[in-house]
């Protein structure tokens, strides 16, 4: 029988990234309001110049842009999430979608929520919502990068 495993080298790669992706998005909601704000400001200016070279200055508002940046971190906790299951099993990474999505879904909950004692922050369902897609989007990206992968690489 094949070792359905993934190196320990990548194991311990992918679980350090995971966790820091996820401080990463934890330390991000210990920012009070004037701090996020600033640096959310920084990013749109950045988003907003490669908007303008398209012609789309008016079209887009700030809000959307930040959500879509929460939704894009999530995203990427859910492939690496997704990334921890296929260390265990590179056959069938989707048995572990259980704890994967309840892993994110946890996550987000906690990123919110650490919010709620922050000043001039709030927690807000919304982006529990918006969050989990973005988990939900990372998890099924994932599978498919990994089916891809096993078709190249011939790992059945």
């Not at 991000?28 to 490669?50: C, M, R, T, V, W």
């Not at 012609?55 to 990334?83: C, M, N, W, Y």
Request: with cysteine; aromatic share 16%.
């Amino acid at each position: 029988m094949k070792n359905n495993r993934a190196s320990k080298r990548f194991t311990v790669i992918i679980f350090t990234l995971t966790a820091l992706m996820i401080c990463f998005a934890w330390v991000h909601s210990l920012f009070p309001a004037n701090l996020s704000s600033q640096e959310s400001d920084g990013f749109f200016k950045f988003i907003y110049q490669i908007i303008s070279f398209f012609g789309l200055q008016d079209a887009v508002p700030q809000i959307p842009i930040r959500k879509a940046a929460h939704f894009s971190e999530f995203t990427a906790i859910g492939f690496l999430l997704t990334s921890c299951g296929y260390c265990f099993d590179r056959i069938r990474p989707h048995r572990f979608a259980v704890p994967v999505l309840f892993s994110g879904l946890l996550a987000a909950v906690i990123d919110e929520t650490i919010q709620l004692f922050v000043e001039g922050r709030a927690g807000m369902i919304a982006d529990v919502w918006i969050d989990s897609g973005g988990v939900v989007t990372g998890f099924l990206l994932a599978l498919a990068f990994y089916a891809v992968y096993r078709k190249i690489k011939h790992i059945n």
